[in-house]
């Protein structure tokens, strides 16, 4: 549902955004970076060498948090920012875009883009997710078919015209985290029901 599965290419795609970033990815990035960091002990020395004053002091003890705060609650405390560009660093996007850093390698070993699904499996998402590119479930779907799955489907709640009313709300699109969160889920869960009716 919605699913970053190519981590290399959900971090590579906000990083071309920047210095807006992708809608979230001011939460999801430094989340998975210091969880990595924790795992594999070895993609920075210090947080300051991806992270930017003040967010480096405190980023390794931000996520997740027990109270489950939002990203808008932590933008508002000042505990991270609004762009991507104000949080990480130069060395951290070079150490993105490089295929041979040690953050790669976190992003890629932890990606499911390589798995082979063998069970019947639906990618489910909307095609104007502000906070998951799209183009991830898409991606997703070729490689897994490549690798030989044979019951691999995606569903683009965008292209059911008896949705089109439900994922419409106030808000842009683009600003909108509701979009990912509240409108697409519902959907989602309602075609992966379909789907285990059908087996």
Do not use: W
Request: contains cysteine; charged residues 20%.
């Amino acid at each position: 549902m919605s699913g970053p599965y190519d981590l290399v290419s959900t971090v590579r795609e906000a990083l071309d955004r920047v210095p807006l970033g992708e809608l979230g990815s001011t939460y999801y990035v430094p989340f998975s970076v210091t969880a990595f960091q924790k795992v594999y002990k070895d993609l920075y020395a210090t947080p300051r060498e991806f992270f930017k004053s003040p967010y480096d002091e405190t980023v390794e003890g931000l996520l997740p948090t027990a109270s489950g705060i939002s990203l808008q609650d932590l933008i508002l405390q000042n505990k991270l920012p609004v762009l991507l560009g104000s949080l990480v660093t130069d060395r951290f996007i070079e150490a993105a875009r490089s295929d041979t850093s040690t953050l790669h390698r976190a992003l890629a070993v932890n990606s499911t883009i390589d798995t082979v699904p063998k069970a019947p499996t639906l990618l489910c998402g909307g095609s104007r997710d502000p906070v998951v590119d799209y183009s991830n479930t898409t991606r997703a779907l070729a490689t897994f078919q490549a690798a030989g799955a044979t019951s691999v489907s995606a569903f683009d709640v965008e292209a059911e015209p008896a949705y089109q009313s439900l994922l419409r709300d106030d808000l842009p699109v683009a600003i909108n985290s509701g979009y990912h969160a509240s409108l697409v889920p519902p959907l989602c869960l309602l075609q992966v029901r379909n789907l285990f009716l059908t087996l």
